[in-house]
């Protein structure tokens, strides 16, 4: 019906055109204008209405996840191969198992070749060991048979000869004191007793020798050779201990590689379930199948203990903040016909997920607990949650989809009822509608809301909306409808601060818009000619709906827009939220303080690492409460708490500050932004 009232609307523009088009060459364009203003084809509305209802409110958090088990018996590949190994068989994913059963057959070949070139290299160490034994052994045998042998066998001779000298000696010096008797007698010649003399002093000569050999033979030769011998002695003991090292380790490297290829054979350490460990991140996957590359330590089975449910769900950083252990959950899985489980938070992972390069909102792994009966629950299906974080009596709720968010502020369309005498009615903006009797019309209010989920928000108190009213839940589908009512309901609000009579639907003079731009902080109209548009050197509410509406210009001081712009960042936080985003960034912070200094990493930084901690440990110190000269990881927590809640506290305070102390900008609205 509406788009044949267009059609022959628009069939009757074109005859009043190709009528009129003679009679009107001296019309000026302004006549023209308003002439395809009065032709133009009526916007056509339609309305779609939700009551505002009071009531109980739950802020809740809805995911999708994987059902997994809570407690898995990982079977990991233990085998170490720099280019990984290959799997040769493997069982069937969903095959029960017995403890002892084979699980995964992995390929020995490069195995068993290292084995045999490694026998051979340990055969060799050992084979150098023996050697260097018994190098060892010999010099030690040879020190013996000097030092019990040798050595003595000489000493024992030079001794023999030094009796001889001296033997010879006391024969030598009798045989001269005789000559010397007979010579004084004249029976020998002097001749003969020189001959006994020479014979004396050779004796006393060669004792001297002897002694002298017994005394190098002790003191030096002795030395000498046991020093040899200690050094051939200690060089083989070296040689020796770097063949038994070298063969030690390559018998090592040798049984490593036995226990490798015992590893290439996997049995099930118990009964279970077999699951295969899939995955897939980003780009990269891996599938567990014959020939198939694992590295070492790589997960290739998992039994599941199908007794301990759990779902892991990645949770957007945007939401985390209020997720917390304990939280209560509701779990459906869509494969079992959206069979509902109960369920609760038990852990949240402290770093984001992997993912890919291009995934740019980070999600953290949250893992519910499956409570009660999980008959039916597999390993793998995919999951809905619904995690409730909180829930409020008695709040004022509407749908979310009646929500229309423009520069920061927040608007909804009301249904009220039709009043001739109302200029909001007027054809202009709300217009009359409906049927007959039932004739309503639609007005624009600005609205605050404190929480919101997926589905409503919570209206704060003071926003004007009442229980049963009937808010309008498609606004956006009548743009220029609901645009034209936005900016009329600021320029009721600018005419009301600005207008000399404070009358919303009053008029600004020059003197007024300059009063006006200097409350504002900037020059809102910088000429009042670009919002004149009837020439009567003063501004109306139509005129001045239309330059918000051109514009988008709030007409609202700095101070105030500051406020504005950051309210329409996000949604408030709840005090429960805010408290969690506390806690998160402090644990966080914690655990990187606790990472660089608790060495012995008990959730303590003691004396002796606060000694260690530098120019850190003053600062550290702060966060000792109890003075106890040590930094438990609750300190650190709480520390953390404190110092962001100070912080906020303090920038807080510091934009006010700021906002409030600006001057006024050459002209034009700062900021800017559009509808959302």
């Given amino acids: 019906m509406s788009a044949l009232r267009k059609s022959k609307t628009l069939g009757n523009t074109n005859l009043i055109f190709v009528l009129i088009l003679g009679s009107i060459g001296g019309v000026g364009y302004y006549a023209w204008s308003m002439l395809q203003s009065a032709i133009e084809p009526e916007e056509v509305l339609n309305f779609q209405f939700s009551e505002a209802k009071r009531e109980l409110f739950t802020h809740t958090i809805r995911e999708t996840g994987d059902i997994e088990s809570a407690q898995n018996e990982e079977i990991k590949c233990e085998v170490r191969s720099p280019g990984g190994v290959e799997i040769i068989s493997v069982v069937d994913e969903g095959v029960v198992v017995k403890e002892g059963d084979l699980l995964v057959e992995l390929d020995t070949s490069t195995l068993e070749d290292q084995q045999q070139a490694q026998q051979v290299v340990v055969n060799g160490a050992e084979s150098t060991k023996t050697s260097t034994s018994a190098a060892l052994r010999q010099a030690e ?285 007027s054809e202009a903006y709300g217009r009359k509608l409906g049927e007959e009797g039932e004739e309503f019309s639609v007005e624009a209010q600005m609205i605050e809301y404190e929480a919101s989920n997926d589905k409503v928000l919570v209206v704060t108190d003071d926003s004007g909306i009442k229980k049963g009213d009937q808010i309008v839940q498609n606004p956006r589908d009548n743009s220029d409808f609901l645009r034209n009512l936005v900016s009329h309901h600021r320029a009721r609000v600018a005419m009301k601060r600005f207008s000399p009579d404070k009358n919303e639907y009053g008029r600004l003079t020059k003197a007024d818009i300059e009063r006006m731009n200097l409350e504002l902080g900037y020059e809102g109209i910088s000429n009042i000619g670009s919002a004149d548009s009837n020439e009567d050197r003063a501004i109306d509410i139509q005129e001045l709906t239309a330059f918000i509406t051109k514009t988008q210009d709030l007409l609202i001081p700095l101070e105030d827009q500051s406020v504005i712009e950051a309210n329409g960042q996000q949604a408030p936080e709840t005090k429960e939220e805010k408290e969690a985003r506390y806690k998160k960034q402090a644990e966080e912070g914690a655990t990187k303080v606790l990472d660089n200094f608790d060495k012995n990493d008990d959730d303590v930084i003691d004396a002796d690492e606060l000694t260690k901690a530098g120019g850190f440990a003053e600062f550290l110190k702060l966060g000792d409460t109890n003075k106890d000269g040590s930094i438990s990881k609750e300190e650190l927590i709480a520390g953390g708490i404190k110092r962001a809640k100070d912080e906020e506290a303090k920038a807080a305070a510091g934009d006010k500050k700021s906002a409030g102390g600006g001057g006024r900008p050459g002209g034009g609205r700062p900021g800017g932004g559009g509808a959302k």
Avoid at 166 to 188: I, M, P, T, Y
Avoid at 212 to 241: N, S, Y
Avoid at 290 to 305: H, K, N, S, W
């Fill in 141 to 425: 045998i040879s020190k013996q048979e000097y030092t019990d042998g040798t050595f003595k066998t000489n000493e024992q001779t030079i001794e023999s000869n030094i009796l001889i000298a001296k033997q010879n000696l006391s024969q030598a010096q009798d045989q001269a004191a005789f000559s010397e008797r007979l010579a004084a007698k004249g029976f020998v010649t002097q001749q003969q007793l020189s001959a006994d003399r020479f014979a004396v002093q050779r004796s006393q000569l060669d004792l001297a020798l002897q002694e002298t050999q017994l005394k190098t033979l002790r003191e030096i030769t002795r030395e000498k050779m046991l020093v040899g011998f200690d050094a051939d002695i200690e060089t083989r003991k070296a040689a020796l201990e770097a063949a038994t090292k070298n063969y030690d380790e390559e018998l090592k490297k040798l049984e490593e590689i036995n226990e490798m290829l015992k590893k290439c054979t996997i049995v099930a350490p118990k009964a279970g379930t077999v699951v295969h460990a899939n995955y897939q991140y980003g780009d990269q996957s891996f599938t567990v199948e014959p020939g198939a590359t694992v590295r070492e330590r790589q997960t290739i089975i998992r039994l599941p203990d199908l007794d301990q449910l759990q779902v892991k769900t990645p949770i957007a950083e945007g939401k985390i903040a209020s997720v917390r252990e304990g939280l209560p959950v509701k779990i459906k899985v869509g494969a079992l016909e959206d069979r509902a489980f109960e369920g609760s938070v038990t852990s949240i992972n402290r770093y984001a997920e992997r993912q890919h390069w291009s995934q740019k909102v980070k999600r953290f792994a949250t893992f519910i607990k499956i409570e009660g009966d999980s008959e039916g629950a597999r390993v793998g299906l995919s999951a809905d949650v619904e995690i409730t974080v909180s829930q409020q009596p008695d709040k004022l709720q509407i749908p979310v989809q009646c929500l229309h968010e423009d520069n920061g502020q927040q608007f909804v369309l009301v249904r009220v009822p039709y009043d001739a005498n109302n200029p909001l009615h």
